[in-house]
């Protein structure tokens, strides 16, 4: 018998700022805090669906790089605008040729993260830019 990994049941990221970390992916995205909060040194947060993995942030003061973080939402334009919305400067989501519509940011500690959606579902490019408001703009 082969071995078949069912589902992606958590992702943990190492961050530098706890109290950041859980402001962005809680206040700004959306999820749902789980465990933990922004003084804890652990916390749990989670998408939408409650059988969407579980995001994991781990305080620590070394953050290191690597691949990317990619979630599937129901209209990638309309994330473009909330995120343009509270002060942050995301690149033009672009059609990909394998059929997403998508575009990276960074979170606060540097992940890359993906904001993508099938071509189809809704549908115009960049650098990526770090997840903090813009000088002025309103923040969370």
């Keep these: 018998m082969s071995l078949t990994v069912e589902k992606i049941s958590a ?10 970390s859980v402001q962005f992916y809680r206040d700004v995205l959306g999820m749902e805090l789980l465990y933990g909060g ?8 989670r998408a939408k669906h409650a059988e969407s993995a579980i995001l994991n942030l781990e305080e620590a ?10 979630f599937y939402v129901a209209d ?4 473009w605008r909330h995120l343009k919305e509270r ?5 033009q ?4 040729s394998w059929g997403e519509r998508y575009f990276h940011i960074l979170d606060p500690d540097g ?5 993508a959606c099938r071509l189809g579902q809704r549908h115009e490019h960049g650098e ?10 309103r923040s969370h």
């Excluded at 992702?11 to 950041?20: C, E, F, G, I, P």
């Excluded at 003061?61 to 990619?70: A, H, K, Y």
């Excluded at 990526?128 to 703009?137: D, M, N, S, V, Y």
Aim: no cysteine.
């Design 76 to 79: 990638v334009d309309e994330v």
């Design 38 to 45: 922004e003084t804890a040194g652990f916390s749990s947060l």
């Design 11 to 20: 992702v943990t990221l190492r961050v530098s700022n706890m109290k950041a």
């Design 128 to 137: 990526l830019q770090r997840a903090t408001p813009r000088e002025g703009a």
């Design 61 to 70: 003061n070394t953050v290191t790089q690597w691949g990317r973080l990619i």
């Design 93 to 96: 989501p672009q059609n990909a």
């Design 111 to 115: 992940h890359e993260l993906s904001f």
């Design 87 to 91: 002060g942050f400067d995301p690149p």
